[in-house]
C-alpha cells in the first residue's frame, strides 16, 4: 500500500474531519488529505508566533535576553503556568517563547504577540509562500469570540468572566472561530507541514534560528498525539492546539538514529471528544512512522 492508502484507511471509520499532510524530509515522499482545507489552528498557531519571534529578534529589533515583566493587564486564561505566577514576576523573552510552546502558555503567546505584531506574523508567512495561513486573534480575543464576549476591556473582573465562561460545559460548536467564511486563525494541513519542512531544513529564518526552534518544540510537554504510539527512541518536535472539538497537534518527527525524519500535520474539527481525536492523531502518526520505517530497511 501507498502511504497515502495507508493514511485513507486509518481514517475510514473514524468520525469527526480530518486534514493531514505528511513529507519524508529525506526522499520527499508525501501524502495529504484534505491537505488544501482551512482548518481552525487553535495552539498550533503559536509555530508561526515563535517564528516572527526569531525573524524579529534576527533582524535585532528585539533580543530574546530582555526581561518582561508581568502584570494583571496580561493575564489570559487557558492553558498555562504564567496566569499562576506572582504578578511582577520578571521573566526573558526567551522563556515566554519556551513557555509558549512546551505548555502551550496563552499570557505567554500574547505578550510575544504584543512584541512582535499580528501583522509581522502574517508579513512573515506570506512571505514563505502561506497564502491561506492567518492569525487574526490573540489568544485573549480567541478565547473571547469563542465564549460570546467582547475581547475590551481587558481588565482582572474580565479575566474572572472568560475564566468562568471557558468551564461552562455549555455546547460552542456554533462559535464564529469555527467559522472559515470569517476572519479566523487558520492554516491548511499542507501550508503547516510546509512551514516544519522549511524549519526542518533550517531554512525558518536562519539555520541557527531554526536549530532553535526545533529545540524548543522537542521539549513539548503534551506527548498524547503525535508521539503516543511512536517507539522509544523517537524523537518529535511538535506543537499541540486544542479549543471546542478542535484537535490538532502538527510536528517534526526524527527517527533514533536522528538522520532523518518527517514533517506531520493534522487538524480535526468535529469529535465528539478530545481523546477520540488524540487517539486518531497518534495512529496517523504511528502509520506514518512505520512507512517509512520499513523504507529504511
Known amino acids: 500500500m501507498t502511504l497515502q492508502e495507508k493514511l485513507e484507511k486509518v481514517l475510514a471509520d473514524k468520525p469527526g474531519t480530518f486534514g493531514v499532510a505528511v513529507r519524508h524530509l529525506g ?3 508525501s501524502a495529504a488529505i484534505n491537505g488544501d482545507v482551512l482548518f481552525q489552528t487553535a495552539s498550533s498557531c503559536k509555530v508561526a508566533i515563535l517564528a516572527a519571534l526569531f525573524h524579529e529578534a534576527e533582524k535585532g529589533r528585539l533580543s530574546l535576553e530582555t526581561r518582561i515583566r508581568l502584570s494583571k493587564s496580561d493575564l489570559v486564561p487557558g492553558s498555562g503556568v504564567f496566569q499562576y505566577f506572582d504578578i511582577g514576576a520578571e521573566i526573558s523573552v526567551k522563556d515566554l517563547a519556551t513557555l509558549m510552546i512546551i505548555v502551550s502558555d496563552n499570557l505567554a503567546t500574547d505578550k510575544i504577540l ?3 505584531g499580528k501583522d509581522n506574523v ?4 506570506r512571505a514563505l509562500g502561506l497564502k ?3 492569525i487574526e486573534h490573540t489568544i485573549w480575543e480567541l478565547l473571547c ?7 475590551e476591556p481587558k481588565n482582572e473582573a474580565r479575566y474572572k468572566e472568560l475564566e468562568e465562561r471557558l468551564e461552562d460545559p455549555v455546547d460552542r460548536s456554533d462559535s464564529s472561530i469555527f467559522d472559515m467564511d470569517r476572519p479566523n486563525n487558520v492554516s491548511t494541513p499542507e501550508e503547516m507541514n510546509r512551514l516544519l519542512v522549511l524549519l526542518a531544513e533550517g531554512r525558518l529564518v536562519s539555520k541557527a534560528a531554526s536549530a532553535a526552534m526545533i529545540d524548543i518544540l522537542k521539549k513539548q510537554q503534551f506527548g498524547h498525539r503525535l508521539p503516543y504510539l511512536l ?6 518536535a511538535h506543537k499541540t492546539g486544542t479549543i471546542g472539538s478542535v484537535v490538532n497537534d502538527v510536528g517534526i518527527v526524527y527517527f533514533p538514529d536522528q538522520s532523518e525524519g518527517f514533517a506531520i500535520s493534522v487538524f480535526s474539527r468535529g469529535c465528539e471528544t478530545a481523546r477520540e481525536a488524540e487517539q486518531t492523531i497518534a495512529e496517523l502518526a504511528k502509520t506514518a512512522y512505520d512507512h517509512f520505517a520499513a523504507a529504511k530497511l
Not at 502574517?122 to 508567512?125: H, V
Not at 517507539?231 to 518529535?236: E, F, K, L, S, Y
Open 132 to 134: 491561506n495561513s492567518r
Open 27 to 29: 526522499t520527499g515522499e
Open 122 to 125: 502574517n508579513a512573515l508567512t
Open 145 to 151: 469570540a469563542y465564549v460570546g464576549m467582547a475581547p
Open 114 to 116: 504584543e512584541m512582535v
Open 231 to 236: 517507539p522509544d527512541g523517537a524523537t518529535v
